[in-house]
């Protein structure tokens, strides 16, 4: 078993802690020496250390101290401390055993390594030990149950028997602000870079829907609250494949909808001028008071309206409408939904709004299309982002963002994908066409869940006409 402090062990230290921190190596025994005037030069006065001791059987185990070591030469209080265990002959078993007398939750003596609590505790060294080459012969003990509750652990459980330390390692404790990059994104990508660009922007080009349904165009409808961004990611698709900012579609911030015309835009190729094989569906934003109805939905989820219908707020969508589409083919349906949330006001959407989009995915899952969330304007909600858009996956207000809309919509949280539109932009960006790019696979992948849905429906269809003649 490797000697690591490793990144699953130090969320496991976040937990007993309560908080997302940074953990810096003060003290090696197998770089500094296993000293206990070394440990004390190195760790004296620094904060809150934990103590890691890596042992021949595989077992991990130490102490958390608040306070820092400060060579007093006697007890300290800290009712922060605790010992634990990570590891148990190499398998992961961790435990938390908390002080439970403060007065002596460390022994701050300069001739001393670690040490936690009366009785022993768990002492690490005392002066010097020598490295065998193999591991450190410690002379201090681990009997919890003194200042620390045993919470049903012994000697042996903790240890595995076994007093040579493979390493001893202190590491500085530090809060991380809420919103400084995480270490490791919570989603995971490529790097991003021009080939990256190239190969995403490839699998949209070249993207075709199942042959065996005879669609030519995944049809994908955008449905969002007023000024979030709807219209403006059409214009950043577009713009990503015409290789300059383009405005064909108007968008803006206003007190009403700009939408006021159902539109099925194309995507063009910038070299052939041939549509590429998806089509978005733009609609009326979603007002608190007015706007697409529940009965309109269904009509174009079903594609019953033509493109170019004109929405007329005060007065429902009916079968009688110009260019009704009575019978549509499952090519003319709606293949995946798309809601379009302004992430900078997830906080205060109007409850409404909320309301009209849970009443619209009733109908949504009773037809089994799948739903996406883009969350806009993310260079507003958290400041590193707005610097540098490839670090949105490190973000952890994002992050935290993405997690609300799941448990609003009731969605996966894959189903969350952040963007950010060009709106004040006057030449294209690399993260922005990437993030976009990454944000589109994305949705035509949802499409082609719901066709391999649907073609499963027909094929067990016929399985079953068949069983009947039979």
């Known amino acids: 078993m490797a000697v690591k402090f490793k990144k699953s062990d130090q969320k496991q230290m976040n937990k007993w802690l309560n908080g997302n921190k940074r953990y810096t190596c003060l003290f090696r025994a197998t770089r500094d020496g296993?000293?206990?005037?070394?440990?004390?030069?190195?760790?004296?006065s620094k904060g809150p250390t934990v103590t890691i001791i890596y042992n021949t059987n595989n077992s991990v185990y130490g102490g958390?101290?608040?306070?820092?070591?400060?060579s007093t030469e006697?007890?300290?209080?800290?009712?922060?401390?605790?010992?634990?265990?990570?590891?148990?002959?190499?398998?992961?078993?961790?435990?938390?055993?908390p002080v439970m007398e403060s007065s002596q939750s460390i022994y701050d003596n300069s001739g001393y390594g670690p040490t936690f609590g009366t009785n022993h505790?768990?002492?690490?060294?005392?002066?010097?030990v020598a490295w065998n080459g193999t591991y450190f012969d410690l002379d201090g003990y681990v009997i919890p149950g003194g200042a620390y509750s045993a919470n049903g652990e012994t000697s042996d459980s903790i240890t595995s028997g076994s007093k040579q330390a493979k390493d001893i390692e202190v590491y500085l404790v530090e809060d991380i602000p809420g919103d400084a990059p995480l270490e490791e994104p919570w989603r995971k990508t490529s790097n991003w870079n021009k080939k990256y660009f190239e190969e995403l922007k490839e699998k949209v080009e070249t993207y075709k829907p199942l042959k065996e349904l005879n669609v030519p165009q995944a049809r994908v409808l955008l449905v969002g609250q007023v000024g979030a961004g709807k219209t403006s990611f059409f214009n950043t698709i577009n713009s990503v494949f015409r290789g300059y900012i383009t405005r064909q579609a108007c968008s803006g911030n206003a007190e009403h909808s700009l939408t006021t015309v159902y539109r099925m835009y194309q995507i063009r190729n910038s070299v052939s001028g041939k549509p590429l094989n998806i089509r978005l569906h733009d609609t009326r934003g979603l007002e608190a008071d007015q706007g697409m109805d529940a009965h309109g939905m269904c009509y174009l989820l079903d594609g019953n309206l033509p493109d170019r219908f004109q929405f007329n707020p005060s007065a429902p969508v009916t079968p009688d409408i110009t260019g009704f589409v009575s019978t549509p083919q499952f090519a003319d349906k709606i293949h995946c939904v798309v809601?379009?949330?302004?992430?900078?006001?997830v906080d205060v959407m109007p409850e409404k709004v909320i309301e009209k989009m849970k009443g619209f995915q009733i109908h949504m899952n009773q037809r089994g299309i799948p739903q996406i969330v883009l969350l806009t304007k993310i260079d507003k909600v958290c400041e590193a982002t707005s610097e540098d858009l490839s670090q949105v996956f490190f973000s952890p207000v994002v992050q935290e963002t993405v997690d609300r809309v799941s448990q609003i919509l009731g969605l996966p949280r894959s189903n969350i994908l952040p963007v950010k539109n060009y709106e004040s932009?006057?030449?294209?960006?690399?993260?922005?066409n990437i993030l976009t790019l990454l944000t589109l696979q994305q949705i035509l992948n949802s499409a082609d869940d719901y066709m391999f849905n649907y073609l499963d429906q027909i094929e067990d269809g016929k399985l079953q006409q068949l069983n009947i003649r039979e």
């Open 34 to 44: 296993c000293n206990a005037t070394t440990f004390h030069t190195l760790c004296n």
């Open 64 to 70: 958390y101290t608040s306070v820092s070591w400060a």
């Open 74 to 97: 006697g007890w300290r209080t800290d009712g922060q401390a605790f010992l634990f265990r990570l590891y148990q002959n190499g398998n992961w078993k961790p435990v938390q055993l």
């Open 121 to 128: 505790d768990l002492s690490s060294f005392t002066s010097t």
């Open 339 to 345: 809601f379009v949330i302004d992430g900078s006001t």
């Open 425 to 432: 932009e006057i030449e294209l960006q690399d993260n922005v």
